[in-house]
């Protein structure tokens, strides 16, 4: 569903910090965590520096991607992919920064009945914090 029924502000979807889970790189039992004690700022963090953190998003029918932004209090690498979750088969579509849209131009990528997107971010730092990040639809 289109507008908030289908999550959607506007033509954008809000990914909560939340939504970002960390990968099995660095040590064991790495995780990402709610980051509450930096000056009233919510976020989430990981506990190694070299674990990446993903977001899992589906978009609505009828919709395409259009753009990405992740918001983040460092400047971070990240990416985007189009994922088939009966396969989990993936395909890069676009890789950026955080803090700046990222547009994904001529080649907006439409929902389907077997997509959703994987958004990607390459931590550097146990202070990195992700407070979330905005998916535009088309």
């Not at 088969?89 to 959703?116: E, F, P, W």
């Not at 994987?118 to 088309?138: E, F, Q």
Request: hydrophobic letters at 40%.
């Amino acid at each position: 569903a289109t507008g908030p029924a289908g999550g959607v502000y506007g033509k954008n979807i809000k990914i909560l910090p939340t939504e970002f889970m960390s990968n099995d790189d660095g040590k064991a039992l790495n995780f990402a965590v709610v980051e509450d004690d930096v000056r009233s700022k919510f976020g989430v963090r990981v506990n190694d520096a070299s674990c990446e953190l993903f977001a899992m998003v589906p978009i609505p029918e009828g919709t395409s991607l259009s753009s990405y932004q992740v918001h983040a209090s460092s400047t971070l690498s990240t990416s985007i992919s189009n994922v088939n979750y009966t396969t989990g088969a993936a395909t890069g579509v676009a890789v950026g920064n955080t803090n700046k849209a990222i547009s994904l131009g001529k080649n907006a990528v439409a929902s389907s009945s077997t997509n959703y997107f994987v958004i990607s971010v390459t931590t550097t730092a146990t202070t990195d914090l992700i407070y979330g990040a905005t998916l535009t639809l088309k």
